[in-house]
Nanobody, 120 residues
Framework: QVQLVESGGGLVQPGGSLRLSCAAS????????MGWYRQAPGKERELVAV???????NSADSVKGRFTISRDNAKNTVYLQMNSLKPEDTAVYYC??????????????WGQGTQVTVSS
């Protein structure tokens, strides 16, 4: 089991910045990737950015050049630095951790979500 606790959401003006944090606990040694997803009202949840244990990253085209995902292995924490925020970035942001069992079964764990609102 992996537990995830997010922090750092809030209200910001267009063009502003926020940094989200996600602290993992429990079976953190079994995590092979962590990422951020978001869900806007009336829309499906979508991938924002992901980082693997080998520090390979990937992000959605809509946030490339503006958002950066990173991790601190010592703290079992992943961050999402969001710059040049736009109103369309408004959503609930969810932290995700993915583990793979010795039998190659993939498990996904989710945080409770943190609201990001971009508005003037």
């Amino acid at each position: 089991q992996v537990q995830l606790v997010e922090s750092g959401g809030g209200l910001v003006q267009p063009g502003g910045s926020l940094r989200l944090s996600c602290a993992a606990s429990g079976r953190t040694d079994s995590i092979n990737a962590m990422g951020w997803y978001r869900q806007a009202p009336g829309k499906e949840r979508e991938l924002v950015a992901v980082i693997t244990v080998g520090d390979i990253t990937n992000s959605a085209d809509s946030v490339k050049g503006r958002f950066t995902i990173s991790r601190d292995n010592a703290k079992n924490t992943v961050y999402l630095q969001m710059n040049s925020l736009k109103p369309e970035d408004t959503a609930v942001y969810y932290c995700n951790a993915q583990t793979v069992s010795p039998r190659l079964v993939v498990y996904n764990y989710w945080g409770q979500g943190t609201q990001v609102t971009v508005s003037s």
